[in-house]
């Protein structure tokens, strides 16, 4: 079993920063692709950004040059590192795990809202 933990969000301005953290019991992340999604009011969720097991990063055109992923030293965290935050960034930001080509473990979210 996997339990994926998000936390970090919170209520900010426009142009502040955030670092959402995604832990995680169990397996470490390393040998499998790591996802954070995120969710609006009214719309369905959507891809943000990814980490492969070999290190390489893919994002969403609509937060790549702000966000950043990245792995923790523990092995067992990721980060999503969220600058220059806009108000269409406002969601709930849900971590992920794949396996077998498929995210199959998510965690319950956390909430980032950004106002003007």
């Known amino acids: 079993q996997v339990q994926l933990i998000e936390s970090g969000g919170g209520l900010v301005q426009a142009g502040d920063s955030l670092r959402l953290t995604c832990a995680a019991s169990?397996?470490?992340?390393?040998?499998?692709?790591m996802g954070w999604f995120r969710q609006a009011p009214g719309k369905e969720r959507e891809f943000v950004a990814a980490?492969?097991?070999?290190?390489?990063?893919y994002y969403a055109d609509s937060v790549k040059g702000r966000f950043t992923i990245s792995r923790g030293n523990a092995k067992n965290t990721v980060y999503l590192q969220m600058n220059s935050l806009k108000t269409e960034d406002t969601a709930v930001y849900y971590c992920?795990?794949?396996?077998?080509?498929?995210?199959?473990?998510w965690g319950q979210g956390t909430q980032v809202t950004v106002s003007s």
């Open positions: 992920a795990q794949e396996e077998g080509g498929k995210y199959r473990y």
């Open positions: 980490l492969s097991w070999s290190d390489n990063t």
């Open positions: 169990g397996r470490p992340f390393t040998r499998y692709t």
